[in-house]
């Protein structure tokens, strides 16, 4: 629909996301999606922890102009209670201790009454209270898996039920999560996660609604249990929303020899790397990597990322993946630094497998394309997420590889043996392939995924 016949009526709808490219992508694809049928306002809050996010904000803000921009500038926040913290983390606790401020901002701003807020999970706590106190129906966008969901809508009662010590945590009505697949930070009280992530937890129970960025087809089972408050008594209603489509803006200027050399390539011949916007794995394990990939006789184009925060990093290749690896590989690999367009890339018809993190939005764009993966989980809710690809059969999930914290390096051969498989797997891309078409179904009118979308638009408008 061209933008001047976007509908600027009907219920207004504001979006409150987090730190991270893998909080903010989703909702931005949500406000996009959810801008053909209702008023869409962004908060921003800033300044923006990556470059990536703030790219992302005005890129998207000037392809979408009838989505209103909203911004927030975060008081200083005091983090000397939390030395060397991930600064997404601070950030997350940093916009939660500023709500009130944030709130007031936004109900003084508003050019237009507000009929709901969507918010990301990490703001739950101190915004689910706040908006109930205004009268404010409030949803909760899950930027990851239902699996996560169920996680995180479980954890608190057994947090509380076994004071604080973690074992394998056997999910009311689902399957049981073993203790290694717990997000690192749990284990420790006293990481700045762990009572935030309890406290969020306890308040998605008090929100009017959770949409989820997944789809029936890849995570029935768990949205049935989640529904029928097996789970946790009680639970809001949950909506599938996912996998939420990409929005359409110029691609950002980052590594632009890619789809060059994409094009050159065989069909379905090259593997693609990538751990993520946020994900730096230790430099000897990078190394084994590459020796795997040079070992797996495979192509592949391979994002390397030495450092949390995208800004902070200054490693050349070179020096990094050893002297010579490059001139070796030149042949049927590309390795580059810095961003890519990831999504565009999974569409390309050269891309074959993605040996990923397994972060949320990486699954769910291999899945909206097709694409069989190879999961090395590192981190948070990955290992979570990794247990729906290898259920589903998206993909495959090497339970034994280390995850960050972990002492022991994955070796070059294993890598190299375990990429091989991955390709030559027939059934796995087969599979693949088809719940890319149940993925596209989901989001078509009359696809799961776009009703859900629809019937909560009709609920902000009160019709139900
Ligand atoms: N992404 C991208 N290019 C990059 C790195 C990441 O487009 O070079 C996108 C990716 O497509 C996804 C998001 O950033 O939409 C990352 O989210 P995900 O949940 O996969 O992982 P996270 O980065 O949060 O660990
Ligand atoms: N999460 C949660 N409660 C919280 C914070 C995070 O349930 O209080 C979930 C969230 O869905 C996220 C996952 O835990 O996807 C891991 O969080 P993190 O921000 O580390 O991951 P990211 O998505 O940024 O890679």
């Given at each position: 629909m061209p933008i001047s016949e976007k509908?600027?009526?009907?219920p207004h709808v504001v979006l409150i996301p987090s730190a991270g490219m893998g909080h903010l992508t989703p909702f931005s694809r949500l406000a996009a999606s959810l801008s053909d049928l209702c008023h869409v306002t962004i908060v921003s809050v800033l300044p923006t922890v990556s470059s990536a996010e703030s790219r992302h904000l005005s890129d998207f803000f000037s392809s979408y102009p009838h989505v209103h921009s909203l911004q927030f500038e975060l008081p200083p926040?005091?983090?000397?209670?939390?030395?060397?913290?991930d600064p997404f983390f601070l950030r997350f606790e940093g916009i939660n201790q500023s709500a009130p401020d944030l709130i007031t901002h936004l109900l003084t701003k508003s050019s237009k009454p507000i009929s709901a807020l969507i918010i990301d999970i990490t703001l739950s706590t101190s915004v689910v209270p706040l908006a109930k106190s205004f009268g404010i129906p409030c949803y909760i966008l899950f930027t990851a898996s239902a699996a996560m969901l169920s996680f995180c809508a479980y954890f608190p009662t057994y947090y509380d039920s076994n004071s604080g010590s973690i074992g394998d945590i056997q999910i009311p009505g689902l399957r049981m999560v073993p203790v290694?697949?717990?997000?690192?930070?749990?284990?420790?009280?006293?990481?700045?996660f762990t009572p935030l992530f309890i406290q969020n937890g306890k308040n998605l129970a008090k929100a009017d609604g959770i949409l989820v960025n997944t789809f029936e087809a890849l995570e029935k089972d768990t949205l049935v249990a989640l529904r029928d408050g097996k789970v946790q008594p009680g639970f809001p209603p949950v909506f599938a929303v996912g996998p939420l489509l990409p929005v359409n803006i110029p691609a950002i200027s980052g590594a632009s020899e890619v789809f060059p050399w994409l094009d050159k390539q065989p069909e379905k011949s090259v593997v693609y790397v990538s751990f993520g916007s946020r994900t730096a794995m230790p430099k000897e394990q990078i190394r084994e990597l590459g020796l795997g990939l040079e070992a797996s006789r495979c192509r592949f184009l391979w994002v390397v990322k030495t450092t949390?925060?995208?800004?902070?990093d200054n490693t050349e290749l070179e020096e990094l993946l050893g002297e010579g690896f490059l001139e070796r590989v030149k042949d049927r690999g590309l390795v580059v630094k810095g961003w890519v367009e990831q999504e565009e890339l999974l569409k390309h018809?050269?891309?074959?497998g993605f040996v990923s993190h397994c972060g949320w939005n990486s699954v769910t764009e291999a899945a909206l394309h097709g694409v069989r993966m190879l999961v090395w989980p590192r981190l948070g809710d990955q290992r979570i997420n990794a247990g729906v690809v290898a259920r589903s059969g998206l993909g495959m999930w090497m339970e034994k590889w280390s995850w960050e914290g972990e002492k022991g390096l994955v070796s070059a051969d294993e890598i190299g043996e375990r990429i091989k498989e991955m390709m030559a797997d027939k059934r796995l891309m087969a599979t693949a392939q088809k719940i890319g078409e149940e993925a596209q179904m989901a989001m078509r009118p009359g696809g799961a995924s776009y009703e859900g979308l629809v019937e909560i638009v009709r609920r902000f408008e009160g019709v139900e």
């Open positions: 509908p600027v009526n009907g926040f005091d983090s000397s209670a939390y030395p060397n913290a290694a697949t717990i997000p690192q930070a749990l284990h420790n009280p006293k990481h700045v949390v925060v995208d800004s902070h018809k050269a891309v074959g």
